[in-house]
């Protein structure tokens, strides 16, 4: 998976969140060895409340 494919669905399916500062991907797909149909995409959002 392309990391810019991927900012594109998550723009798509959460649109504007209030109050999310980072969202930080780690794991595989930013190491790159993500495999498609089997690993998992991990993130790490930060929000204020």
């Given at each position: 998976?392309?990391?810019?494919?991927?900012?594109?669905?998550?723009?798509?399916?959460?649109?504007?969140?209030p109050?999310?500062?980072?969202?930080?991907?780690?794991?595989?797909?930013?190491?790159?060895?993500?495999?498609?149909?089997?690993?998992?995409?991990?993130?790490?959002?930060?929000?204020?409340?």
């Amino acid at each position: 998976m392309k990391l810019g494919k991927l900012l594109d669905c998550l723009r798509k399916k959460l649109g504007r969140v209030p109050g999310l500062h980072p969202l930080i991907l780690y794991g595989s797909l930013i190491r790159g060895d993500f495999i498609p149909g089997t690993s998992d995409v991990d993130f790490f959002a930060v929000l204020e409340v």
